[in-house]
């Protein structure tokens, strides 16, 4: 069966020419003049978050709770270089994405909650409160970016939807429309894209509903209006564009897992010394500027984190 000659991540990483050229091309795109050009294009505009309703939002307050050490990833570098399988199996989606459309948008709460709901994006970030958080990001391919997300914590969320005592673990989906995102006409995918995580990783300090990004609403190829953000586990785990978060007592199977589940798994935090089948985990290339550096235990989040996993021995939990 096709679905079985398909391995994750091989399809992008046989894309490793357009993705060096796409690299290369955005050093040389550091120059002003490349900025002004960039900025003509039509997706380019619409990131900038000019017809965004929650736009006047933003910028929001620093949380400087979390701190980085290294600089910011320009916007112009990761804001075309993008994994969003929904547009396609390759980094460059952000035009593609662009015809996602944000309004009105509707996020449904449901399974063991006291009782389901559905709630408009604006409504939901009505009740929240908003706050700027500067978090590294490490993709399982082996690179890693840097992003001053906005949003609030996914702890909230869980508060607002009232689980059941029954609820171990939190399911998110994204948006299904094959009409305006060819990717899902691969029907080889299991779309939805789903992710999970469980409700003591749900409550954790770091995990972030996102939905803005430097400063202003998130541009679509980064997952608007509404995504996760889970900076001590591989990037697949930060689910975009959801649309359904549900509340359940079986670990969910996410997209990659049903895929390769040899080579994805449900936890996936970030580990070095853990080889992705494929290829190693030691190191990470640093978009922008394309050092390598050292990947560090779950991504460097360890004092936040470490301690949801102590009981967890015997498991794959950095697949
Ligand atoms: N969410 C959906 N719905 N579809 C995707 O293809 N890709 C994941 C994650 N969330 C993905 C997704 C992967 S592999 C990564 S590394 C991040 O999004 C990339 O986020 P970015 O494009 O903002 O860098």
């Not at 290294?70 to 980094?91: A, C, D, L």
């Not at 998130?218 to 586990?233: D, N, S, V």
């Not at 040899?262 to 494929?278: D, L």
Request: proline letters at 7%; glycine letters at 6%; charged letters at 20%.
């Amino acid at each position: 069966m096709l679905i079985k000659s398909l391995k994750g991540w091989e399809i992008p990483e046989s894309l490793a020419t357009p993705e060096d050229i796409a690299l290369n091309r955005r050093t040389l795109m550091t120059g002003a003049g490349a900025i002004a050009a960039s900025s003509l294009l039509p997706g380019f505009a619409h990131a900038a978050g000019s017809a965004d309703p929650t736009a006047g939002l933003y910028p929001v307050k620093r949380n400087e709770t979390f701190k980085l050490s290294r600089p910011i990833t320009p916007e112009k570098v990761n804001s075309k270089y993008n994994n969003f399988y929904e547009f396609g199996s390759h980094k460059q989606i952000s035009r593609a994405a662009q015809a996602l459309p944000i309004r009105p948008w509707e996020i449904k709460i449901d399974g063991l909650v006291e009782k389901p709901f559905t709630i408009s994006i604006d409504d939901l970030i009505a009740k929240m409160s908003l706050e700027e958080r500067l978090y590294r990001h490490r993709c399982v391919e082996a690179w890693s970016m840097t992003v001053p997300w906005s949003g609030f914590a996914m702890r909230d969320l869980v508060a607002l939807a009232k689980p059941l005592s029954g609820a171990k673990f939190v399911r998110l989906e994204t948006f299904q429309n094959k009409a305006i995102a060819s990717g899902q006409q691969a029907f080889w995918y299991p779309w939805p894209y789903v992710e999970g995580v469980t409700i003591e990783e749900a409550n954790n300090d770091l995990a972030f509903m996102v939905t803005g990004a430097y400063g202003k609403p998130l541009a679509k190829q980064f997952g608007a209006p509404i995504r996760l953000a889970l900076p001590w586990k591989y990037g697949f785990k930060s689910i975009k564009s959801i649309v359904r978060i549900s509340f359940t007592d079986t670990q969910p199977v996410s997209f990659w897992e049903k895929i390769t589940p040899r080579e994805y798994g449900f936890w996936a935090n970030v580990n070095p010394k853990v080889r992705h089948p494929r290829w190693s985990q030691a190191k990470e290339r640093v978009l922008g500027t394309n050092e390598e550096i050292p990947t560090q235990l779950f991504n460097g989040y360890g004092e936040f984190v470490a301690a949801l996993y102590t009981d967890k021995e015997g498991q794959q939990l950095y697949l």
